[in-house]
């Protein structure tokens, strides 16, 4: 059984930084690209940022280019995104996902990931 569980979300100051972690078990992580999404309340779930297997190829929302950074550790299983410079519209549930089948390929729509976490709340205040 694949799952992917979240963690460093929290509150922070605008302008600030935090970096979130997803751990994937169950399934060789080497395998599989890696989204984060996020959802704030009343919107869409939006793409954030999406890592290939190797962790040598990244793609990034236009609305955090710049600011955040995707990145991996597969001896680990866990991929990162960094993300700072925090703004109040950075405030959502983010949450990380699992493509097994084009893991070479980091892709921005949700309808290519077919694992997911439980979110994790980030919360940027003004």
């Known amino acids: 059984q694949v799952q992917l569980v979240e963690s460093g979300g929290g509150l922070v100051q605008a302008g600030g930084s935090l970096r979130l972690s997803c751990v994937l078990s169950g399934r060789a992580s080497g395998s599989v690209a890696m989204g984060w999404f996020r959802q704030a309340p009343g919107k869409e779930r939006e793409f954030v940022a999406a890592?290939?297997?190797?962790?040598?190829?990244?793609l990034y929302a236009d609305s955090v280019k710049g600011r955040y950074a995707v990145s991996r550790d597969n001896a680990r299983d866990t991929v990162y995104l960094q993300m700072n410079s925090l703004k109040p519209e950075d405030t959502a549930v983010y949450y990380c996902?699992?493509?097994?089948?084009?893991?070479?390929?980091?892709?921005?729509?949700?309808?290519?990931?077919?694992?997911w976490g439980q979110g994790t709340q980030v919360t940027v205040s003004s």
């Open positions: 996902a699992a493509d097994p089948l084009a893991g070479w390929l980091p892709r921005d729509s949700a309808d290519a990931y077919r694992y």
């Open positions: 890592i290939n297997w190797s962790g040598g190829s990244a």
